[in-house]
C-alpha cells in the first residue's frame, strides 16, 4: 500500500459547463435541486461511486424521485430547503473516477445550472488517467483549473521563471487559491507594487505551464 506521506498527490479542479456536459444525464438532476454538493466517497458499488451528498430544492418532494444518473439510498438529515443523503452516482462522470485507483473526488465538488465543477486530488499517475477517461467523455471541451496544492509543489515552481514565481508565491500566501478566494490581482498587485495587468498576466503564464507540465509529466 502507497504511504500517503511519501506520495507525490497532486490537486486539480475541473469545470464543465452546461453546453459541454449537455449530453450528461446528470445536468437534469438541476431540474429537482439548485445544488448537488458531494461531500464524501464512502465506496465503489458496481463500478458505481456511492458517496454522501447535500441536496438543496425548493420542493422536499424530489427526494422521493427516480432519477438515472443517482440513486437516493437513505435520507440521513433534511429541512425544507436541503438534506444530507446517501446516494450512489451512477453517472458516466462519477464511474470515470469510480474506476480509478489513488484518485478522489474532495470538497469542493458540485453541480447547478451553472455546470459541474469537480475537484480532484491523487497522485500524478492517477490524474493522467482521469483526464484520458475526461477526454473520452469529453473531448476538449472542460477546463482543468490550477489548485493551491499543485501551485505550491516545489517539482512545478522549480518550472518557472522568477518573476511568474515571485507573482505566484504571493498569490498562495494571501489565499488567491483557496476557496473561496481571500484576496483579489489588485491586491497582490498593491503588495508587490506592480500594475494589475501583470500580476493577470504572470499568473495565467504560471497557470499555463504548471498544467500542461501536470498533464505531460511522466
Not at 474532495?106 to 490524474?127: D, H, M
Not at 511568474?164 to 476557496?179: C, F, H, N, P, S
Request: hydrophobic share 40%; with cysteine; aromatic share 6%.
Amino acid at each position: 500500500m502507497i504511504g500517503m506521506g511519501s506520495a507525490d498527490l497532486r490537486y486539480m479542479q475541473i469545470s464543465i459547463t452546461p453546453e459541454a456536459g449537455s449530453h450528461l444525464p446528470g445536468l437534469a438532476l438541476t431540474d429537482s435541486f439548485s445544488c448537488i454538493e458531494f461531500l464524501s466517497h464512502i465506496n465503489t458499488v458496481d463500478g458505481n461511486m456511492r458517496c454522501l451528498l447535500r441536496l438543496e430544492y425548493e420542493d422536499e418532494s424530489a427526494l422521493d424521485a427516480s432519477f438515472v444518473s443517482m440513486d437516493i439510498l437513505e435520507v440521513i438529515e433534511k429541512s425544507p430547503a436541503a438534506a444530507l443523503v446517501e446516494a450512489v452516482a451512477t453517472g458516466p462522470l462519477p464511474r470515470v473516477f469510480a474506476a480509478l485507483e489513488h484518485v478522489w473526488w474532495v470538497s469542493p465538488t458540485y453541480l447547478t445550472k451553472e455546470g459541474f465543477v469537480v475537484t480532484i486530488r491523487g497522485t500524478a499517475q492517477a490524474l493522467r488517467a482521469s483526464r484520458t477517461g475526461l477526454s473520452t467523455l469529453l473531448g476538449e471541451q472542460y477546463k482543468m483549473k490550477l489548485g493551491a496544492e499543485s501551485a505550491h509543489n516545489a517539482h512545478f515552481l522549480e518550472l518557472l521563471p522568477e518573476k511568474q514565481r515571485t507573482v505566484l508565491e504571493q498569490a498562495i500566501k494571501m489565499g488567491y487559491y483557496d476557496r473561496p478566494r481571500r484576496c483579489t490581482q489588485r491586491a497582490i498587485a498593491d503588495e508587490l507594487n506592480i500594475k494589475q495587468a501583470t500580476v493577470s498576466e504572470h499568473l495565467q503564464s504560471a497557470e499555463s505551464a504548471i498544467i500542461h507540465a501536470f498533464v505531460n509529466d511522466h
